[in-house]
């Protein structure tokens, strides 16, 4: 173990935070914020200079009458500035999406090592018994960006218009009843602030999945939408204006209203109507818009002057005027401009692999390395549901999945690729998460390519041809493509060199493919790609989003084709719009992992709910499928030295929402 490995103490202490949330939610019953003292909000200089030229209304006619109060990691912060940071354009939209997102319910850490639940733009929540029904209420006065009141009427044009009818894929959250059934969640207002939704099925995770998943638009908000901007843009409607539906369909080269509503396939909400990230226009809750389009560079946000958050001394949020995002397409570009001090604060596309050039380049740069927490281990992906039977068979096998494994020296790997800040480790919950099982972290971690050798030999492939690679028993050479992209995060792309020189190694012959990412989405999606890549990351609690174990996530393609059949056909509506879907056989260990999914999520009773997910992992355990290589390193997150309340120590993983964790409306730019 080295000293990099990510502290189990601090970790449990963090962990230990969100499992008390979710007990929150189970057992406490109301939850709500403590509202500042009315009057003296201060706002930022541009803003104020609106007010008294008279173009907007006062702060406090512009705040909720009980604005949500976030506390500075550090300090209270300074108005003014535009913070740089940098993208990839159109398909990497989740950097900025989660550096703005907006749910109902949000992770919140002024301490990086207690992180918690608590409410955003609603005031309060709560549940009956059995966790079937729950009750929410808006802030009195909140407001959309353009100033327009939010209130429950966007909340049931959200459910009428976008919910019922899938205009947008039903957030997996909210998609909870028995399999097979008509039964959807159903939806009542009770007032203009305050409104239940009933599950057909208790639905005990609904709370803790909140800080993970907006469960509505994408960035927020969560089960609503502005009604009186997005009602003109649906076309069966009688609220739909024509006028612009045309406009916008000639603008975006679109053929019908629906496509205002999706990018690559109908339900993604991504739109270049209904996605803030796309619209300018869009009314949102976000603390900055959108100013033009991810097409341009570079792409722009100005702070929301209704923004519905305060800090502590009653100072409106965020405190930040402008982000800009600049497009780069190689990561030696961003390495470059961190170098230079072009960039203000980045954690997204920063490999601890360059660890050490960020920090010989500090002064120069005149910036600091800060150091986050990784929750992932980076894997690689064998379809064991790919198309062609002959590769699904061999892939299946779990003695041949073993000697990829126990081909891999990851000591070697971390020294040579990571300069030793990685753990060698399989792919399994991190440790320090409340799933954590060293056995699992260490099946199949052993470096051995004498057994590797063996157990290829005992399947069938010891005959080898001219080249020394082996041969199949139908005579092809033993030979798979690995695919991916180069946009890996923390995963660097010399990684998948050195893993196919140790499968070259056992006589494998391995091909690779560099696809940019919007490309890799639509293999995997495709379900064809033989061997993928991507980290196992969300395996801090895991309960909250256990995709990766499942398989449904497209850039977790270990059983792509299995796993979207499993999900919509056996425990969804019935049936998928992925033509790649395919029925796993009889007794397939994968039908076991959804089978216990889908009884974890509406198990009521703790202790036995916890039990379930157990299983669900042991069948990882038993049969790894994902093939782990080294993992849990320090997240460098860049952070220019005048820019104030980053913190350092946060977990970053997905669950947790990476940078939105360390709350970016608190960030300030020292004058």
Excluded: C
């Amino acid at each position: 173990m080295n000293n990099n490995k990510l502290s189990r103490r601090s970790f449990l202490k963090a962990i230990g935070a969100a499992a008390a949330a979710a007990v929150t939610a189970q057992h406490v019953n109301h939850v709500s914020a403590t509202p500042p003292s009315q009057g003296g909000y201060g706002e930022a200089p541009m803003l104020a200079e609106l007010v008294a030229s008279g173009d907007l209304p006062p702060v406090e006619q512009r705040l909720p009458v009980n604005p949500r109060v976030i506390t500075p990691t550090s300090e209270v912060g300074q108005y003014g500035g535009t913070l740089r940071r940098a993208f990839k354009g159109l398909s990497d939209r989740w950097g900025p999406v989660k550096l703005s997102e907006e749910g109902a319910i949000q992770w919140d850490a002024p301490d990086p090592e207690n992180p918690t639940l608590v409410v955003n733009y609603i005031s309060e929540w709560s549940q009956n018994d059995d966790a079937s029904q729950y009750t929410f209420k808006l802030r009195e006065g909140l407001k959309w960006s353009d100033g327009m009141p939010f209130t429950t009427a966007d909340v049931q044009f959200w459910y009428d218009k976008i919910f019922i009818p899938e205009l947008q894929t039903r957030p997996g959250p909210l998609a909870v009843g028995e399999p097979g059934s008509d039964d959807v969640m159903q939806l009542e207002v009770l007032d203009e602030l305050t409104w239940h939704v009933t599950f057909p099925v208790p639905h005990p995770l609904l709370i803790l999945r909140f800080g993970n998943d907006t469960m509505g638009q994408i960035g927020g908000p969560s089960m609503a939408a502005p009604k009186h901007y997005l009602e003109k843009y649906i076309g069966d409607a009688d609220t739909a204006d024509q006028a612009l539906i045309d406009a916008a369909m000639e603008e975006h080269d679109v053929a019908t209203w629906q496509e205002l509503w999706y990018e690559s396939g109908p339900g993604d909400a991504r739109g270049p109507i209904n996605f803030f990230f796309r619209n300018p226009d869009l009314p949102h809750i976000s603390p900055w818009s959108a100013v033009n389009s991810p097409l341009e560079d570079p792409w722009l946000m100005e702070r929301n002057p209704y923004y519905h958050a305060v800090d502590t001394e009653n100072n409106q949020l965020p405190y930040i005027d402008r982000i800009t995002h600049a497009f780069f397409e190689e990561n030696e570009t961003l390495n470059l401009w961190i170098a230079q001090g072009q960039i203000d604060m980045q954690q997204r596309h920063v490999s601890s692999a360059n660890f050490t050039f960020f920090k010989e380049n500090e002064a120069a740069g005149d910036y600091t390395v800060v150091q986050w927490k990784s929750a992932s281990t980076n894997a690689f992906h064998p379809n064991i549901s790919h198309p062609d039977p002959a590769i699904r068979e061999i892939f299946d096998q779990a003695e041949f999945r073993e000697a990829l494994s126990i081909a891999i020296n990851r000591e070697e790997l971390n020294e040579l690729v990571y300069n030793g800040l990685l753990e060698p480790r399989q792919a399994s919950p991190v440790s320090g998460s409340p799933n954590y099982d060293p056995d699992f972290e260490t099946r199949w971690a052993e470096f051995d390519p004498d057994r590797a050798n063996q157990l290829l030999d005992d399947l069938g492939y010891d005959q080898r041809d001219d080249d020394g690679y082996r041969l199949r028993p139908d005579g092809q050479r033993l030979s798979f493509t690995i695919t991916y992209t180069d946009v890996l995060g923390a995963m660097n792309p010399d990684e998948v060199l050195v893993v196919a020189s140790y499968w070259e190694a056992i006589g494998i012959q391995i091909n690779q493919q560099v696809l940019e990412r919007s490309l890799l989405e639509v293999r995997n999606q495709a379900g064809d790609i033989e061997i993928g890549v991507w980290l196992v990351d969300r395996s801090s609690v895991v309960m909250v989003d256990p995709r990766r174990y499942t398989g449904v996530l497209d850039d977790s393609p270990w059983a792509p084709n299995y796993a979207i059949y499993l999900a919509d056909v056996v425990y969804g509506d019935g049936t998928t719009d992925r033509g790649a879907a395919m029925e796993p056989p009889e007794g397939h260990p994968i039908r076991r992992i959804h089978e216990l999914w889908s009884q974890v999520q509406i198990e009521p009773d703790e202790a036995a709910r916890n039990a379930l997910f157990k299983e669900l992992l042991d069948v990882h355990k038993e049969h790894p499928y994902m093939i782990g290589t080294v993992g849990e390193d320090p997240a460098p997150v860049i952070v220019k030295n005048n820019i104030g309340n980053v913190g350092s120590g946060f977990i970053n993983d997905d669950t947790m929402r990476n940078v939105g964790l360390a709350r970016p409306k608190q960030f300030y730019i020292r004058s």
